[in-house]
T-cell receptor, first 114, second 114 residues
């Protein structure tokens, strides 16, 4: 089955700086790569996703890049703000996010220092 | 719309006791899922359902049973709780016709087994 590795487990950055979280996956057939944000006491929420036919996708301050050859994808957050503090999960799926769900990474706790 | 609602939000059990977690969604989603979240382990899929009357095993199904008698509800049962089942449980749903497969999560149910 799919195996998703996520690094780092904890990331502390100064407010206004950029943050980068990296993930690798094992199944070359995976074609859908979402990122979820989990705020304290809440369930995860999708913030951005990318499919294997696209190399990069941006949405305001967040962007995701995908390197299919290396089986590697990353989340980039620019101009970090206090509300970016949360746990971020990457995930991968070979079914485009279908019924068998996603394989998640173990999460990155992002801390934005004032 | 309430989205995905989980009950109860907190529960303490003794080893060997049984209980049922209820998940309800009002988005008319076909797919529903139960995940468990443990420190340093990310989100792991327990069971999922592709429609009313159907269920399937995920990554960590042992010790759990599920039922999907109505499209809007997905029940997770523990017949004989064990301390290893102490966790935060998340229910999620998704739309089968979506090309993104976005998961909509509930706010979680924290279970402690003594």
């Amino acid at each position: 089955g799919e195996n998703v590795e996520q690094h780092p487990s904890t990331l502390s950055v100064q407010e206004g700086d950029s943050a980068v979280i990296k993930c690798t996956y094992s199944d070359s057939a995976s074609n859908y790569f979402p990122w979820y944000k989990q705020e304290l006491g809440k369930g995860p929420q999708l913030i951005i996703d990318i499919r294997s036919n696209v190399g990069e996708k941006k949405d305001q301050r967040i962007a995701v890049t995908l390197n299919k050859t290396a089986k590697h994808f990353s989340l980039h957050i620019t101009e970090t703000q206090p509300e970016d503090s949360a746990v971020y999960f990457c995930a991968a799926s070979r079914s485009g996010g279908g019924a068998d769900g996603l394989t998640f990474g173990k999460g990155t706790h992002l801390i934005i220092q004032p | 719309n309430a989205g995905v609602t989980q009950t109860p939000k907190f529960r303490v059990l003794k080893t060997g006791q049984s209980m049922t977690l209820l998940c309800a969604q009002d988005m008319n989603h076909e797919y529903m899922y139960w995940y468990r979240q443990d420190p340093g382990m990310g989100l792991r899929l327990i069971h999922y359902s592709v429609g009313e009357g159907t269920t399937a095993k995920g990554e960590v199904p042992d010790g759990y049973n599920v039922s999907r008698l109505k499209k809007q509800n997905f029940l997770l049962g523990l017949e004989s709780a064990a301390p290893s089942q102490t966790s935060v449980y998340f229910c999620a749903s998704s739309y089968s016709g979506s090309d993104t497969g976005e998961l909509f999560f509930g706010e979680g149910s924290r279970l402690t087994v003594l």
